[in-house]
Protein backbone atom coordinates (compact mmCIF):
# COMPACT_ATOMS: atom_id res chain seq x y z
CA UNK A 1 0.00 0.00 0.00
CA UNK A 2 1.54 2.87 -0.98
CA UNK A 3 1.39 6.19 1.29
CA UNK A 4 0.65 9.54 0.50
CA UNK A 5 2.91 11.86 0.60
CA UNK A 6 2.29 14.29 3.88
CA UNK A 7 2.10 18.01 2.83
CA UNK A 8 4.26 19.81 5.78
CA UNK A 9 2.85 23.55 5.86
CA UNK A 10 6.00 25.92 5.80
CA UNK A 11 6.65 28.38 8.53
CA UNK A 12 5.49 31.16 6.35
CA UNK A 13 1.63 30.01 5.67
CA UNK A 14 1.41 29.18 9.11
CA UNK A 15 1.83 32.88 10.12
CA UNK A 16 -0.01 34.09 7.44
CA UNK A 17 -2.91 31.87 8.49
CA UNK A 18 -2.53 33.50 12.49
CA UNK A 19 -2.71 37.01 10.75
CA UNK A 20 -5.77 36.06 8.74
CA UNK A 21 -7.06 35.21 12.18
CA UNK A 22 -5.87 38.08 14.05
CA UNK A 23 -7.62 40.32 11.08
CA UNK A 24 -11.16 38.42 11.60
CA UNK A 25 -10.77 39.13 14.97
CA UNK A 26 -10.21 42.66 14.91
CA UNK A 27 -13.39 42.62 12.43
CA UNK A 28 -15.54 40.75 14.44
CA UNK A 29 -14.45 43.22 17.86
CA UNK A 30 -14.68 40.21 20.31
CA UNK A 31 -12.26 38.42 22.34
CA UNK A 32 -12.61 35.32 21.45
CA UNK A 33 -10.32 35.30 18.20
CA UNK A 34 -7.49 36.95 20.15
CA UNK A 35 -7.73 34.55 23.06
CA UNK A 36 -7.60 31.59 20.41
CA UNK A 37 -4.27 33.23 18.84
CA UNK A 38 -2.62 34.14 22.03
CA UNK A 39 -3.22 30.05 23.26
CA UNK A 40 -1.79 28.99 20.02
CA UNK A 41 1.43 27.43 20.35
CA UNK A 42 3.62 28.97 17.82
CA UNK A 43 6.69 30.94 19.48
CA UNK A 44 8.40 32.55 16.06
CA UNK A 45 9.31 35.89 15.82
CA UNK A 46 5.89 36.41 13.01
CA UNK A 47 3.71 35.08 15.06
CA UNK A 48 5.16 36.59 18.43
CA UNK A 49 4.42 39.80 17.02
CA UNK A 50 0.78 39.24 16.14
CA UNK A 51 0.54 37.95 19.26
CA UNK A 52 1.45 41.15 21.10
CA UNK A 53 -0.96 42.77 18.59
CA UNK A 54 -3.34 40.03 20.10
CA UNK A 55 -2.83 41.50 23.75
CA UNK A 56 -3.29 45.15 22.64
CA UNK A 57 -6.49 44.70 21.70
CA UNK A 58 -7.86 42.49 24.34
CA UNK A 59 -6.38 45.45 26.36
CA UNK A 60 -8.46 47.95 24.61
CA UNK A 61 -11.50 45.85 24.30
CA UNK A 62 -11.76 44.92 27.91
CA UNK A 63 -11.37 48.68 28.90
CA UNK A 64 -13.80 49.76 26.15
CA UNK A 65 -16.04 47.74 28.00
CA UNK A 66 -15.28 48.80 31.60
CA UNK A 67 -13.92 45.50 32.04
CA UNK A 68 -10.54 46.45 33.58
CA UNK A 69 -10.49 43.05 36.29
CA UNK A 70 -9.37 41.24 33.16
CA UNK A 71 -6.44 42.87 32.31
CA UNK A 72 -4.47 41.29 34.95
CA UNK A 73 -5.29 38.09 33.71
CA UNK A 74 -4.18 38.99 30.40
CA UNK A 75 -0.70 39.39 31.85
CA UNK A 76 -0.74 36.08 34.23
CA UNK A 77 -2.59 33.91 31.59
CA UNK A 78 0.48 34.44 28.86
CA UNK A 79 3.27 33.91 31.14
CA UNK A 80 4.91 31.96 28.27
CA UNK A 81 4.41 34.65 26.04
CA UNK A 82 6.30 37.34 28.25
CA UNK A 83 9.22 34.49 28.45
CA UNK A 84 9.85 34.31 24.76
CA UNK A 85 9.83 38.08 23.98
CA UNK A 86 12.92 40.66 25.21
CA UNK A 87 12.07 41.95 28.76
CA UNK A 88 12.16 45.77 27.41
CA UNK A 89 9.38 44.62 24.97
CA UNK A 90 7.52 43.24 28.10
CA UNK A 91 7.76 46.61 30.23
CA UNK A 92 6.37 48.12 26.76
CA UNK A 93 3.21 45.96 26.75
CA UNK A 94 2.49 46.39 30.37
CA UNK A 95 2.96 50.18 30.13
CA UNK A 96 0.53 50.20 27.38
CA UNK A 97 -1.79 48.17 29.24
CA UNK A 98 -1.74 50.89 32.27
CA UNK A 99 -1.91 53.78 29.75
CA UNK A 100 -5.02 51.83 28.52
CA UNK A 101 -7.12 51.29 32.05
CA UNK A 102 -5.86 54.98 32.68
CA UNK A 103 -7.55 56.21 29.75
CA UNK A 104 -10.48 54.14 30.45
CA UNK A 105 -10.92 55.44 33.71
CA UNK A 106 -10.44 59.37 32.95
CA UNK A 107 -12.28 61.53 34.77
CA UNK A 108 -13.34 58.83 37.27
CA UNK A 109 -11.76 57.17 40.27
CA UNK A 110 -7.88 55.50 40.21
CA UNK A 111 -9.00 53.22 42.48
CA UNK A 112 -9.29 50.76 39.95
CA UNK A 113 -5.53 51.59 38.48
CA UNK A 114 -4.35 51.59 41.78
CA UNK A 115 -5.05 47.77 42.18
CA UNK A 116 -4.23 47.04 38.55
CA UNK A 117 -0.51 48.25 39.80
CA UNK A 118 -1.10 46.48 43.02
CA UNK A 119 -1.22 43.10 41.35
CA UNK A 120 1.10 43.91 38.43
CA UNK A 121 4.13 44.79 41.22
CA UNK A 122 2.81 41.60 42.49
CA UNK A 123 3.31 39.58 39.21
CA UNK A 124 6.31 41.35 38.77
CA UNK A 125 7.76 39.73 42.32
CA UNK A 126 6.77 36.62 41.55
CA UNK A 127 8.28 36.56 37.53
CA UNK A 128 11.76 38.38 39.26
CA UNK A 129 11.43 40.99 36.82
CA UNK A 130 13.02 43.80 39.13
CA UNK A 131 13.55 46.69 36.17
CA UNK A 132 9.91 46.49 34.96
CA UNK A 133 8.26 46.39 39.04
CA UNK A 134 10.61 49.51 39.71
CA UNK A 135 8.66 51.50 37.16
CA UNK A 136 5.29 50.24 38.15
CA UNK A 137 5.68 51.05 41.66
CA UNK A 138 7.28 54.59 40.60
CA UNK A 139 3.95 55.06 38.75
CA UNK A 140 1.78 53.40 41.26
CA UNK A 141 2.91 55.80 43.98
CA UNK A 142 1.51 58.87 41.57
CA UNK A 143 -1.27 57.24 41.42
CA UNK A 144 -1.43 56.77 45.00
CA UNK A 145 -0.33 60.63 45.37
CA UNK A 146 -3.48 61.59 43.18
CA UNK A 147 -6.17 59.84 45.77
CA UNK A 148 -4.95 63.03 48.26
CA UNK A 149 -5.67 61.38 51.24
CA UNK A 150 -3.54 60.89 54.28
CA UNK A 151 -2.86 57.18 54.03
CA UNK A 152 -2.59 56.95 50.40
CA UNK A 153 -0.07 59.97 50.31
CA UNK A 154 1.86 58.49 53.27
CA UNK A 155 2.46 55.18 51.50
CA UNK A 156 3.38 56.73 48.23
CA UNK A 157 6.32 58.08 50.23
CA UNK A 158 6.93 54.91 51.80
CA UNK A 159 6.92 53.50 48.68
CA UNK A 160 9.16 55.90 46.89
CA UNK A 161 11.50 56.25 49.26
CA UNK A 162 11.96 52.48 49.42
CA UNK A 163 12.82 52.73 45.64
CA UNK A 164 14.77 55.42 45.88
CA UNK A 165 17.23 53.12 48.31
CA UNK A 166 17.19 50.57 45.38
CA UNK A 167 17.61 52.75 42.60
CA UNK A 168 20.82 54.56 43.74
CA UNK A 169 22.86 51.33 44.30
CA UNK A 170 21.84 51.14 40.10
CA UNK A 171 22.58 53.11 37.19
CA UNK A 172 19.54 54.29 36.46
CA UNK A 173 19.98 57.92 36.46
CA UNK A 174 16.30 58.81 34.31
CA UNK A 175 14.04 56.81 37.05
CA UNK A 176 16.35 58.19 39.51
CA UNK A 177 15.71 61.16 38.52
CA UNK A 178 11.59 61.14 38.05
CA UNK A 179 11.93 59.07 41.65
CA UNK A 180 13.51 61.79 43.45
CA UNK A 181 10.89 64.64 41.86
CA UNK A 182 8.10 62.12 42.53
CA UNK A 183 9.36 62.31 46.27
CA UNK A 184 9.54 66.48 45.61
CA UNK A 185 5.80 66.12 44.29
CA UNK A 186 5.06 64.06 47.96
CA UNK A 187 6.43 66.33 50.58
CA UNK A 188 4.36 69.34 48.62
CA UNK A 189 1.30 67.55 48.87
CA UNK A 190 2.23 67.02 52.65
CA UNK A 191 3.12 70.89 52.48
CA UNK A 192 6.79 69.95 53.55
CA UNK A 193 8.46 72.96 51.62
CA UNK A 194 11.74 72.26 52.96
CA UNK A 195 12.52 68.81 52.34
CA UNK A 196 10.27 69.80 48.91
CA UNK A 197 13.12 72.87 47.94
CA UNK A 198 15.77 70.08 48.87
CA UNK A 199 14.67 67.74 46.61
CA UNK A 200 14.53 70.24 43.99
CA UNK A 201 18.23 71.14 44.47
CA UNK A 202 19.28 67.39 44.88
CA UNK A 203 17.84 66.15 41.51
CA UNK A 204 20.21 68.46 38.65
CA UNK A 205 22.98 68.16 40.56
CA UNK A 206 23.18 64.95 41.39
CA UNK A 207 23.89 63.86 37.86
CA UNK A 208 23.50 64.63 34.48
CA UNK A 209 20.05 64.50 33.14
CA UNK A 210 17.98 64.26 29.42
CA UNK A 211 16.83 67.33 27.62
CA UNK A 212 13.48 65.98 28.43
CA UNK A 213 14.46 65.54 32.35
CA UNK A 214 15.51 68.64 32.54
CA UNK A 215 12.51 70.38 30.80
CA UNK A 216 10.51 68.31 33.90
CA UNK A 217 12.99 69.98 36.53
CA UNK A 218 12.30 73.65 35.28
CA UNK A 219 8.59 72.94 35.51
CA UNK A 220 8.81 71.83 39.04
CA UNK A 221 10.97 74.80 39.76
CA UNK A 222 7.98 76.93 38.67
CA UNK A 223 5.68 74.93 40.53
CA UNK A 224 7.29 74.80 43.64
CA UNK A 225 8.40 78.84 43.82
CA UNK A 226 4.71 79.53 43.19
Not at 55 to 82: C, G, H, V, W
Not at 156 to 179: F, G, I, P, R
Not at 194 to 199: A, I
Request: net charge negative; proline share 2%; aromatic share 6%.
Amino acid sequence: MTEEPVEYMDEEEVVDEMLVEFEAAKAAGKTDGFVKILGSGRSDDSALKVKEQCIYSLARLYAAQKMLDQLMPLLKTNNEFFGAIPKARTAKIVRVILDVAGEAQEGESNEKQVQLCRDVVAWCVAEKRTFLRQRVEGKLAGLLLEQKSISSTHEALKMVNSLLAELKKLDDKQLLTETHLAEARIYHAMENIPKCKHKRIVCPVCFSVSIRTYNCLLCCVVLFDA
